[in-house]
């Protein structure tokens, strides 16, 4: 008798046993599956971020360019930044380096470096040389555009415009999960210079 009630108990037990387990693992896929669909959300959102912006290109460089007259524009960088999607343009003179955020839903602009430039790079030629010439440039969802289509996957986070060997070009981030891509982009061809992952 006693060994029935033993067997019935651990009969119990390990049904309950099972169906505990059974349970915390159907929670488990939930959670896992809900953080998924976050996460894929998260850079559906981080996407969305840099594109459709309320402030263009021009106008960032046209901020710039009222904070700071007479210097060029050396390189324009759009990212995310605590939840804001900001313009960071920088610029010089013959001997001073200079720089604003523009935020890209606002127009508010905060002033960062304003800095003299160490002496083997000062001077008209050096700074002929950094001038990034923004006449034909595409904008940066263009650029965007393009760089997500050569990776295939993933979304951009980061877009700079810079200028390598006389060649302005968009240099675009591109996140996959764990995986990062950097696309360059021409940035008046749209030809698609080279592709970096990391």
């Given amino acids: 008798m006693k060994k029935k009630y033993l067997l019935i108990g651990l009969t119990l037990a390990t049904t309950l046993s099972l169906a505990a387990c059974s349970k915390a693992n159907e929670t488990g896929n939930k959670q896992s599956s809900n953080s998924k669909t976050e996460q894929a959300s998260k850079q559906k959102d981080e996407n969305s971020k840099l594109t459709g912006l309320k402030v263009s290109l ?18 324009v960088e759009l990212d995310s930044k605590l939840g804001d999607v900001y313009y960071n343009v920088k610029g010089r003179d013959d001997d001073r380096e200079y720089e604003i955020s523009v935020n890209a839903e606002t127009q508010e602009i905060k002033k960062g470096r304003d800095e003299k430039i160490d002496a083997e790079e000062q001077g008209k030629e050096q700074r002929e040389a950094e001038r990034l010439d923004l006449a034909k440039v595409m904008n940066p969802e263009e650029a965007i555009k393009i760089a997500e289509k050569e ?8 877009a700079e415009l810079d200028k390598e060997l006389s060649i302005t070009f968009w240099d675009i981030k591109i996140k996959d999960g764990l995986k990062e891509t950097n696309v360059k982009v021409n940035a008046v061809s749209g030809e698609v210079l080279e592709t970096e992952k990391d």
């Fill in 58 to 75: 021009e106008e960032a460089v046209d901020k710039y360019q009222e904070t700071y007259p007479d210097t060029d524009i050396t390189s």
């Fill in 151 to 158: 990776v295939g996957t993933g979304h951009a986070t980061e």
